[in-house]
């Protein structure tokens, strides 16, 4: 049975640094480009970033690029996203996603961007 | 990047009646080497991670009602919920997964009337 499981959120200050771990079971990530994805309060689902299979490759949305960097360790099969800069518009649910269009998901972790 | 516009953006549906949700793309999602539209669908309800319902446009997920079907090709893009169940309360997106980014529709809020 798969497993996909979300961590690392938390309630940071404006400017300061957080990351977020995915840990999975029960798939082989190494065959799957794996993203991460965000909904903020009262709002629709936003894809932040994606990260190729050997994790040599890697995009960003707009809002993010520059201070989010994803990255994975298919030895682990974990993903993490390195969140720096952080600002009040990032406060969201995050929720990592195995390969697009996603069936498996993490149950999301929270990131609180307040002061 | 591709813009995934959903209509409406909120509708009330009697029980048992028929549910229809739009969805159109800025450009094609239709990839004419394998006749393929990379257009999902998903079922979004408070508390829950997205659930995938529909693929390719039209492929049900395993396990997926058959209530839920995906119609569409190109630009235009339909979910149809035939006959509403109250579990079927939920937000809808539809997303396309024909280039990076994989943008996803704003939303359609399904409630019971």
């Known amino acids: 049975q798969v497993q996909v499981v979300d961590s690392g959120g938390g309630v940071v200050h404006p400017g300061r640094s957080l990351r977020l771990s995915c840990a999975t079971s029960?798939?082989?990530?190494?065959?799957?480009?794996m993203h991460w994805v965000r909904q903020a309060p009262g709002k629709g689902l936003e894809w932040v970033a994606v990260v190729s299979l050997n994790g040599t490759r890697t995009e960003y949305a707009d809002s993010v690029k520059g201070r989010f960097t994803i990255f994975r360790d298919n030895s682990k099969n974990t993903l993490h996203l390195q969140m720096d800069s952080l600002r009040f518009e990032d406060t969201a649910l995050y929720y990592c996603?195995?390969?697009?269009?996603?069936?498996?998901w993490g149950q999301g972790t929270l990131v609180t961007v307040s002061s | 990047d591709i813009v995934m516009t959903q209509s409406p953006d909120s509708l009330a549906v009697s029980l048992g009646e028929r549910a229809t949700i739009n969805c159109r793309s800025s450009?094609?999602?239709?990839?004419?080497?394998?006749?393929?539209?990379?257009l999902a669908w998903y079922q979004k309800k408070p508390g829950q991670p997205p659930k995938l319902l529909i693929y390719?446009?039209?492929t049900r997920d395993s396990g997926v009602p058959d209530r839920f079907s995906g119609s569409g090709s190109g630009t235009d893009f339909t979910l149809t919920i035939s006959t509403l169940q109250a579990e079927d309360v939920a937000v809808y997106y539809c997303q396309q997964y024909f280039s990076i980014p994989p943008t996803f529709g704003g939303g359609t809020k399904v409630e019971i009337k």
């Open positions: 450009q094609s999602l239709l990839y004419t080497s394998n006749n393929k539209n990379y």
């Open positions: 390719w446009a039209s």
């Open positions: 996603a195995v390969a697009s269009p996603t069936r498996h």
């Open positions: 029960g798939l082989n990530i190494s065959k799957f480009a």
